[in-house]
């Protein structure tokens, strides 16, 4: 099949990819914010 293509279309950041450019420290940020939002959903 096309596994090249594949390939090829993780390289331009798409929808799906956006975190594929991000920087670590807002990665780490919305995890923080998913973390802080399970805990105060979990009360």
């Known amino acids: 099949m ?3 293509d594949k390939e ?3 390289l331009p950041p798409g929808p799906t ?3 594929a450019w991000q ?3 807002y ?3 919305e ?3 998913e973390v ?3 805990r105060l ?3």
């Open 2 to 4: 096309n596994t090249h």
């Open 8 to 10: 090829t279309s993780d």
């Open 17 to 19: 990819d956006r975190t």
């Open 23 to 25: 920087t670590p420290e």
């Open 27 to 29: 990665t780490v940020v």
């Open 31 to 33: 995890t923080s914010l």
């Open 36 to 38: 802080t939002a399970y």
């Open 41 to 43: 959903a979990d009360r």
